[in-house]
Antibody
Framework: EVQLVQSGAEVQKPGEPLKISCQIS????????ITWVRQVPGRGLEWMGS????????RYSLSFQGQVTMSVDKSISTVYLQWRSLKVSDTAIYYC?????????????WGQGTMVTVSS | QSVLTQPPSVSGAPGQRVTISCTGS?????????VHWYQQLPRTAPKLLIY???NRPSGVPDRFSGSRSGTSASLAISGLQPDDEGDYYCQSYDTTLTEVFGGGTKLTVL
């Protein structure tokens, strides 16, 4: 069974760094694209960026370029999303999702989401 | 402002049929890129409902169907059930090399 298991909820103060994770199992890691999606409470889904299997450098949405960093540790089949300095406006649920063999494919399996709360 | 436009809300009585539209442009849906649909029930992660315009993943009832024409796509839900209540999102790819979501449609079963 394909599973994406995300790290637990976080409560952090503005200016603090943070790294959340998404551990993948049930298929050969990095044979599919992996995507991060943000959902601000009460709002819609926003594409943040994606990893492709053949390229170690992620593609970022212009809205998130420079605001977050996506990384991967292939040895433990885990992808990460990190912030150097959180803002209150980063408060949201963050989902990782498996995409498929192409950037135009659907997000067929989703993690359970990580709620990040940034508050002083 | 989302790149793909959906109605904010739709509603229907149990057993009825509703449709949700997703309007894009010549840089995404109109360029021939596939449209996918997701269902997000309250307090849960999104779930793939329709992929590549018309295809249902295993386990999705045939009450759900998708279509695409020109710069738009639609999701139809027939035989509405109370458990269908939630948010529905369309998604496609854009020639600006980004993936784009619709703003979401809240389905209320009356």
């Amino acid at each position: 069974e394909v599973q994406l298991v995300q790290s637990g909820a976080e409560v952090q103060k503005p200016g603090e760094p943070l790294k959340i994770s998404c551990q993948i199992s049930g298929y050969i890691f990095f044979t599919y694209w992996i995507t991060w999606v943000r959902q601000v409470p009460g709002r819609g889904l926003e594409w943040m960026g994606s990893f492709s299997p053949g390229d170690p450098d992620p593609r970022y949405s212009l809205s998130f370029q420079g605001q977050v960093t996506m990384s991967v540790d292939k040895s433990i089949s885990t992808v990460y999303l990190q912030w150097r300095s959180l803002k209150v406006s980063d408060t949201a649920i963050y989902y990782c999702a498996r995409q498929g063999l192409d950037a135009t494919d659907a997000l067929d399996v989703w993690g359970q989401g990580t709620m990040v709360t940034v508050s002083s | 402002q989302s790149v793909l436009t959906q109605p904010p809300s739709v509603s229907g009585a149990p057993g009825q049929r509703v449709t949700i539209s997703c309007t894009g442009s010549n840089s995404n849906i109109g360029a021939g890129f596939d449209v996918h649909w997701y269902q997000q029930l309250p307090r849960t992660a999104p779930k793939l409902l329709i992929y590549a315009n018309v295809n249902r993943p295993s386990g999705v009832p045939d009450r759900f169907s998708g279509s695409r024409s020109g710069t738009s796509a639609s999701l139809a839900i027939s035989g509405l059930q109370p458990d269908d209540e939630g948010d529905y999102y369309c998604q496609s790819y854009d020639t600006t090399l980004t993936e784009v979501f619709g703003g979401g449609t809240k389905l209320t079963v009356l």
